[in-house]
């Protein structure tokens, strides 16, 4: 992993998978130590976010490393028209790791090209989100006690939803049986189906998951990215598509536990929160450990 850019989930091998979780798992013991000090990271926002920035910020902080970077690039030089690639060029020499959110699918690549230190994609467009995948997989190990042969239910928006297209595919490693809940227009990309499909690993597809809750053993909830509608008469019309109660998982495994990679907006009801099964807020803390592993193994200081 050393020196390497994180831009889709298999830029990394499932040992290297499994080397971060070990790692996260160890900075939850300890998580304030000096190993960045004298390291300096910047986050470049394009669009919002409160975990993904504010976690990898907290993650640095308590290493004790430097943090520069942007959270509104209206505040910024790409206002008067500067290119990603000559931003990129630039951060490249006041930092040892670019972290960047950005609403184009591909510009994370795009930005590792032209950058001479590796970068993180904290999500671009509608792609992929894989450090949000990898601090999902670590709430699932932490819970599950494994990440092997699990039912996995992701419900909600999964044609734009980048947070289940990269743990679909982080997960395909791991003989996962996929259940897929969402309206027809939003249902699951082709492309990630045939990834199972050559894998032969199975997939459920439907529009309500109710008949099988006993079954699961994580229900992914995901908001419907309203920010990615060319139509707001689509949007409006399955923006409350699923609300998930506490009547809904009575029958589910004990162990279930309900994921969600935030914001919510409508999709989790209050009630669920204090059930058992609520894992959400804990998932959220979870991505400052497994970004401190993600960090510091670029860098090669683990
Ligand atoms: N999970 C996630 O990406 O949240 P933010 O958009 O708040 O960063």
């Known amino acids: 992993m050393k020196n390497k850019s994180l831009v889709s989930i298999y830029d990394f091998s499932k040992d290297d998978y499994i080397k971060i ?6 900075f939850e013991m300890n998580p304030t130590q000096d190993i960045l000090k004298g ?18 910020e907290s993650a640095v902080s308590r290493l004790g490393g430097k943090v520069i ?17 000559d931003t990129i ?29 590796p970068v993180v994609n904290a999500g671009d467009g509608a792609n992929q989100h894989p450090t949000q995948t990898l601090l999902d997989m670590y709430s699932i190990k932490k819970t599950q006690g494994t990440l092997d042969n699990l039912n996995i239910f992701m419900v909600g ?24 809940i969402s309206p027809d227009e939003l249902k699951m990309p082709e492309e990630y189906k045939i990834l199972l499909d050559k894998k032969g690993l199975k997939y459920h597809e439907g529009r309500d998951f109710q008949e099988y809750v006993s079954d699961a053993d994580i229900i992914y909830m995901t908001r419907v990215q309203q920010e990615r509608f060319t ?6 019309r399955v923006k409350n598509s699923f609300l998930l109660k ?49 960090i510091t193994s670029i860098l090669g200081l683990k």
């Open 231 to 236: 139509d707001p008469i689509e949007y409006e």
């Open 157 to 180: 928006d999964l044609k734009y939803g980048r947070t289940v297209h990269s743990l679909l595919m982080a997960l395909s490693e791991f003989n996962t049986t996929f259940y897929f």
């Open 21 to 26: 979780l070990e790692l996260a798992a160890e």
């Open 246 to 294: 506490k009547s809904m998982i009575e029958n589910a495994k004990e162990n279930m536990k309900v994921l969600h990679p935030l914001p919510r907006v409508n999709e989790i009801a209050l009630d669920v929160d204090d059930t058992p099964q609520a894992y959400y807020f804990q998932q959220a803390l979870n991505g400052v450990y497994t970004r401190q592993a993600i």
């Open 89 to 117: 060029r630039i951060v490249s020499n006041y930092s040892d790791l670019i972290v960047m959110r950005h609403p184009l699918e591909g510009s994370a690549r795009l930005a590792s090209e032209f950058a001479s230190v």
């Open 39 to 56: 390291h300096v990271i910047a986050t470049l926002f394009f669009e919002p976010s409160t975990r993904t920035r504010l976690s990898f």
């Open 69 to 85: 970077g942007f959270s509104d690039s209206s505040s910024t030089s790409a206002s008067k028209g500067e290119t990603l690639r």
